[in-house]
T-cell receptor, first 114, second 117 residues
Framework: DAGVTQSPTHLIKTRGQHVTLRCSPI?????VSWYQQVLGQGPQFIFQ???????GRGNFPDRFSARQFPNYSSELNVNALLLGDSALYLC?????????????FGSGTQLSVL | AQKITQTQPGMFVQEKEAVTLDCTYD???????LFWYKQPSSGEMIFLIY??????QNATEGRYSLNFQKARKSANLVISASQLGDSAMYFC??????????????FGTGTRLTIIP
């Protein structure tokens, strides 16, 4: 069975541009979360979606948005990119989003903003 | 608010020795879960072990065990008989269990473990 898949694996953008990152959860998983991992830091929670509804939002500006589709895949959008948005963006999925469930992570999208 | 502290930025350990990675936490939640994840250079976060705050026994998963001391708010990861493949970043994380459906994880800054042949 395929794990969590993310695309693209690497991306280079310039300041002010917009970016869309994509995530496909493990088959049967209905909850998807997004995390930002800046170099040398632990991942920071951005969003959680379950059954296409937002269940949680971290402390990120409105330039960050996300959505979940009927097939449970998800997109993370970032507008007006800043240099500080350069990071590894990780997607994670779980069955139903229970607090004691472990998350399954993808390998991430490495975003570089120049 | 939740906070995870990992005070060891890097560790070097001889192959086949046991290693303890430190993690302390702070939370106002009465019910919470503690996780350890491994992140190799590929970037993927790999789940290792989970401990619920009300679990009376320390969690174990193969070569991994979690030394949970609730009064001291510590959740140290112990890896027995280390292997070269254990070289990676290790993150401690926690989540409140009281908020059903909220699976936000709060991570520490990680410890880079290097196993020496």
């Amino acid at each position: 069975d395929a794990g969590v898949t993310q695309s693209p694996t690497h991306l280079i953008k310039t300041r002010g541009q917009h970016v869309t990152l994509r995530c496909s959860p493990i088959s049967g998983h209905k909850s998807v979360s997004w995390y930002q991992q800046v170099l040398g830091q632990g991942p920071q929670f951005i969003f959680q979606y379950y059954e296409k509804e937002e269940r949680g939002r971290g402390n990120f500006p409105d330039r960050f948005s996300a959505r979940q589709f009927p097939n449970y895949s998800s997109e993370l959008n970032v507008n007006a990119l800043l240099l500080g948005d350069s990071a590894l963006y990780l997607c994670a999925s779980s069955l139903i989003g229970n607090p004691n469930e472990k998350l399954f992570f993808g390998s991430g999208t490495q975003l570089s903003v120049l | 608010a939740q906070k995870i502290t990992q005070t060891q930025p890097g560790m070097f350990v001889q192959e086949k020795e046991a290693v303890t990675l430190d993690c302390t936490y702070d939370t106002s939640d009465q019910s919470y879960g503690l996780f350890w994840y491994k992140q190799p250079s590929s970037g993927e976060m790999i789940f290792l072990i989970y401990q619920g705050s009300y679990d009376e026994q320390n969690a174990t998963e193969g070569r991994y065990s979690l030394n949970f001391q609730k009064a001291r708010k510590s959740a140290n990861l112990v890896i027995s008989a280390s292997q070269l493949g254990d070289s990676a970043m290790y993150f401690c994380a926690m989540r409140a269990l009281s908020n059903f459906g909220n699976e936000k994880l709060t991570f520490g800054t990680g410890t880079r473990l290097t196993i020496i042949p």
